[in-house]
C-alpha cells in the first residue's frame, strides 16, 4: 500500500512531480534504494533547470531524505519532526570511518568528515569554512550544533585539563555554549519559536593532532530592541520566561518575582516551549564556570529589567514638572531601584530629566523630558544592559574555551547568520542583514560560480560561460566609496541633523541615482528607497532609520549605571576616565555608529573566510508553518533562487560532462536496459549504446582522464569528481 502523505498517496505525487522528464521513466522501473541514489547528488539531474531540482528535492523529501548535494553545497531540508538514527552517534561514526564518505548518502557529517579530513591532509587552504546559511526557521542553528557535536566526538581531546580536575572538557564547554546563547540570544518569533536574534561565527580550533583544543565565538548585531518591543504574537528573549517559570521559592522573593505576576514585556508567558528549561542553561553556565552567586546576580539584574518594563510615565498638569507616576508605578521604580541597587531618586531622575550642557562656561541646564522621551530612555536603559549582558556573557564563554595561538595549529569556522530578509517594512536591521547576505553571496560566486568556470576555461574545457549575478553594483550601493547608502547615513549622524526622513530620501536620491540597484515606491506615502538585491527587491522606511544608526544612549543613564552598587553593572558599566569625559561632552564625541561597527566586523570575517576553504549548507524550509510533512513549492522555489543552487548545480553539472554523458549516461541507459528487459547482448541494446554515445564517452573519458590526472597530481579532492573516478576504466 502506498503511504499516504498529507492526504494524498505517495506514489501519485512522486509520478505528478516528475511527470515529463526522463527521471519519471526511470522511477517507474526502479527499486526505492536505486531511485534515491538517482538523485543523491542534482548536478545528475538532467536537465538541470529549476523545476527539475524542486522536483527532485520533493521526491526525497516525501521518503524522508532530507539531505541532497548541489555542487559544492549541500541543500538541507528541515524535516520539522524528530527523525530517529539521523544524527545518531553510531551514524557519526559511520561517516567518520568511511573510507569515502562522500558514497554514503548525503549528510551534514559527509560535509563534517570532509572538512576534517581536508585539515589532516594538510594541502593548502587548511583552515575550513562552513557557512550555514536559510531564512528564519530554516535549521541553521540546529545544523550548527549537529555539526557541532560532530567535531566534538570525532575530534575529542585526548586529556582532561591538567591540574584541575573540576574543569571540564574543552567538548563539553564548547557544546554548554550553545544553551546559554540560546537563552540570552534566541527568542519565539511568528517565524520559529527557537528563532536566533543575533549571528554567530564559532571557530573549533584544532591542535597538530587534529584535536580539539580551543574554540572561539563571535557574534553579530543582537536584536536588542527585543528586550523592550516584542511584535504582536513574538516574546521576549528565552531567559526571561526560564528565570519566571524556574525559580525556586526563595530566588522568586530574592528577584521579587511572584508567582503570576504580570510584566509587560513578557508577553505570551502562557506558551510553554521546550526552550524554556532553565535548569539546563544555569547547569550550562556552571561547566562554562560563571558560578552560582554570579548566576544569581544576572537574573537578578534580569528581574529589573521585567520591574522596569511595567514603569509608565503620566504627562503632568504642568509642563515645566517631569512626567508624573501613578502609586503603584512607583512601586516598580522601588523595586527596579533595589535591584538594579540604583538609588531611587537618581533612577527616576535619569529616566524624566535631561541635563543640557550648553554656553562658554558649559553651563548645566535640567529640562524635563516629555513622556514620549521618557519612554524611550526607559527602553534604552534596558537595551543597554542587556546588549551589554549578552557581549559580557559572549566573552566569558571565549574566556572559557580560550587557548592561546600557539595551543593550535589549524580551525574548521561556523557560521550560522541571518537569512535574506524582506518584510512589509523593512528599515536598518534589515538593511544590515541583508549587507551581510550580499557579502556572504559574493563569497560564494567569487569562490566558486567564478572560480570553476575560470578553471574550465584554463583546461581548455568545451564551456559555454553560465551567467550568474554579480551583485557588485548592490554592495556598491550599500557600502561602496566614496558615496553609498551607509556613508549618507553616517553623515546624517557625523552632521548630527534632526533626521527628515524626506529630506534624507531626497539626498539619497540626489547621491546615488546613476546606481541602478535603486529606485523608490512612489506609490507609498512614507520616505523610502528600494534595492534590488541578488534574491529579490526590498523597500526599506526611512522613518528613524537615522536615529537607529546613532543608536544614541543619553549620558544619565550611563552615569547612573556606573554609579550602581550591584557587582555586575559596575563589571559591565566601568568607569572610566574617557567615558567620564564623554559624558560632558558628549555631544561632540565621534559617534561610532551602527552600519560602522556591523561592517567593520563583517569586513573582518570575510577576511577570515577567504583564507579558508568554504563549504556551503542552504537550509531549507520546505514550509511557512513549520509542520511536519509539507513541501510548499513556491515557498521552496524562493528560498533556492535566494541561495543561487541553479546556478551552482548547471555549473557542476556541465563543468563534468561526463557526468551527463558518460557515467549518468551509462547508469541510465544500464537501469532502463535492465528494466525494460533487455537481454544484456541484445543487438537493440548494444547498437543503441555503441552507436548514439560513443562519440561522446570517448571526448568524456578523455576529459575525465585529463582532470583525474591533474587533480592526482594536486591531490586535491576535487568536489564532485568521486563518482566519476569510479566510472574509470
Ligand atoms: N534536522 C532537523 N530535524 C528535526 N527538526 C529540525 C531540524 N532542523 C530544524 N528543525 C526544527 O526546526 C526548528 C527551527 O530550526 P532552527 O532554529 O535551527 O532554524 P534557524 O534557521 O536557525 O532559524 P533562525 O534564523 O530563526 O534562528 C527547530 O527548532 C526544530 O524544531
Same mark, same amino acid.
Given at each position: ?28 522501473? !526502479? ?57 545518531? =552517534? ?10 569515502? =564518505? ?181 547547569? +550550562? ?37 517631569? *512626567? ?18 540604583? =538609588? ?24 524635563? *523630558? ?238 577570515? !573566510? ?46 563534468? =560532462? ?68 569510479? +566510472?574509470?576504466?
Amino acid at each position: 500500500m502506498p503511504k499516504q502523505v498529507n492526504g494524498q498517496k505517495e506514489d501519485s505525487i512522486i509520478q505528478n512531480d516528475l511527470s515529463e522528464s526522463f527521471e519519471e521513466e526511470v522511477r517507474a522501473f !526502479l527499486s526505492d534504494e536505486e531511485k534515491l541514489h538517482l538523485f543523491d547528488d542534482l548536478t545528475k539531474v538532467n536537465p538541470v533547470t529549476m523545476t527539475t531540482v524542486l522536483k527532485c528535492l520533493q521526491a526525497r523529501y516525501t521518503v524522508n531524505l532530507f539531505y541532497t548535494n548541489a555542487g559544492c553545497s549541500l541543500v538541507a531540508l528541515n524535516p520539522f519532526q524528530p527523525i530517529s538514527c539521523l544524527y545518531s =552517534p553510531e551514524l557519526m561514526r559511520e561517516y567518520h570511518v568511511a573510507v569515502r =564518505p562522500q558514497d554514503l548518502k548525503p549528510h551534514i557529517f559527509a560535509v563534517a568528515e570532509q572538512t576534517y579530513r581536508n585539515v589532516q591532509s594538510q594541502i593548502d587552504p587548511i583552515n575550513q569554512s562552513i557557512i550555514v546559511s536559510g531564512e528564519s526557521g530554516a535549521g541553521k542553528t540546529w545544523t550548527s550544533r549537529c555539526l557541532m557535536k560532530f567535531y566534538a566526538s570525532v575530534a575529542a581531546s585526548v586529556t582532561s585539563p591538567k591540574d584541575n580536575e573540576t574543569v571540564e572538557r574543552i567538548e563539553k564547554r564548547v557544546l554548554d555554549s550553545n544553551p546559554v546563547m540560546e537563552a540570552f540570544g534566541n527568542a519565539c518569533t511568528l517565524r520559529n519559536n527557537n528563532s536566533s536574534r543575533f549571528g554567530k561565527y564559532i571557530q573549533l580550533q584544532l591542535d597538530r593532532f587534529h584535536h580539539l583544543s580551543s574554540a572561539s565565538i563571535q557574534t553579530f548585531l543582537l536584536e536588542k530592541t527585543r528586550v523592550a518591543y516584542q511584535a504582536p504574537n513574538e516574546r521576549n528573549f528565552h531567559i526571561f520566561y526560564q528565570i519566571t517559570k524556574g525559580a525556586t521559592a526563595e530566588e522568586r522573593l530574592e528577584w521579587n518575582l511572584p508567582e503570576g505576576a504580570d510584566y509587560r514585556w513578557l508577553p505570551n508567558s502562557e506558551r510553554n516551549l521546550d526552550e524554556d528549561c532553565f535548569e539546563v542553561t544555569r547547569d +550550562a553556565m556552571f561547566h562554562l564556570g560563571i558560578d552560582r552567586s554570579t548566576q544569581n546576580n544576572i537574573f537578578k539584574v534580569l528581574s529589573g529589567l521585567l520591574h522596569l518594563g511595567n514603569i509608565q510615565f503620566s504627562n503632568p498638569l504642568d509642563e515645566s514638572q517631569p *512626567c508624573e507616576l501613578e502609586d503603584k508605578i512607583k512601586d516598580f521604580v522601588k523595586i527596579t531601584g533595589d535591584l538594579l541597587k540604583i =538609588p531611587v531618586e537618581e533612577l527616576l531622575e535619569s529616566l524624566r530629566i535631561r541635563t543640557i550642557t550648553a554656553g562658554k562656561q558649559q553651563q548645566v541646564f535640567k529640562k524635563p *523630558c516629555s513622556r514620549a522621551e521618557c519612554e524611550t530612555r526607559r527602553d534604552c536603559l534596558a537595551k543597554v544592559i542587556y546588549a551589554k549582558l549578552f557581549e559580557w556573557l559572549v566573552s566569558v564563554i571565549n574566556e572559557s574555551i580560550y587557548a592561546d595561538t600557539s595551543a593550535w595549529t589549524s580551525f574548521i569556522g561556523l557560521l550560522d547568520v541571518y537569512g535574506f530578509e524582506a518584510f512589509p517594512e523593512n528599515n536598518l536591521e534589515q538593511l544590515c542583514i541583508n549587507y551581510a547576505n550580499e557579502k556572504l553571496q559574493q563569497h560564494f560566486v567569487a569562490h566558486y560560480l567564478k572560480a570553476q568556470q575560470e578553471e574550465y576555461a584554463a583546461e581548455g574545457l568545451q564551456w559555454s560561460f553560465i551567467n550568474y549575478q554579480d551583485n557588485q553594483n548592490c554592495l556598491d550601493l550599500i557600502e561602496g566609496n566614496p558615496l553609498s547608502i551607509f556613508s549618507l547615513l553616517n553623515e546624517e549622524c557625523r552632521l548630527n541633523r534632526s533626521s527628515n526622513p524626506d529630506l534624507f530620501q531626497t539626498r539619497i536620491e540626489k547621491a546615488l541615482s546613476d546606481n541602478q540597484c535603486l529606485s523608490r515606491d512612489k506609490f507609498s506615502k512614507k520616505p523610502n528607497f528600494i534595492i534590488s538585491h541578488y534574491a529579490g527587491e526590498v523597500c526599506y522606511q526611512l522613518e528613524a532609520m537615522v536615529e537607529k544608526n546613532k543608536d544614541p544612549i543619553p549620558p544619565e543613564l550611563i552615569h547612573v549605571l556606573q554609579n550602581s552598587k550591584d557587582p555586575l553593572l559596575q563589571k559591565l558599566f566601568p568607569v572610566t576616565e574617557t567615558n567620564q569625559n564623554n559624558v560632558r561632552t558628549q555631544n561632540r564625541a565621534a559617534v561610532i555608529t551602527v552600519v560602522s561597527k556591523f561592517k567593520g566586523s563583517l569586513e573582518n570575517l570575510m577576511q577570515i !573566510l577567504n583564507s579558508t576553504k568554504p563549504h556551503y549548507i542552504r537550509c531549507i524550509k520546505p514550509n511557512a508553518d513549520c509542520k511536519a510533512l509539507t513541501f510548499k513549492r513556491e515557498e521552496v522555489l524562493s528560498q533556492l533562487q535566494a541561495c543561487g543552487i541553479v546556478e551552482a548545480v548547471t555549473i557542476s553539472a556541465a563543468g563534468f =560532462p561526463i557526468r551527463i554523458s558518460f557515467e549518468s549516461f551509462t547508469e541510465r541507459y544500464e537501469i532502463l536496459r535492465r528494466s525494460r528487459g533487455y537481454n544484456k547482448n541484445s543487438v537493440c541494446g548494444k547498437s543503441n549504446y555503441h552507436t548514439a554515445k560513443k562519440k561522446e564517452i570517448s571526448t568524456a573519458e578523455k576529459q575525465i582522464v585529463s582532470r583525474m590526472e591533474r587533480y592526482r597530481d594536486h591531490q586535491v579532492p576535487a568536489l564532485g569528481m568521486q563518482n566519476t573516478h569510479a +566510472a574509470l576504466p
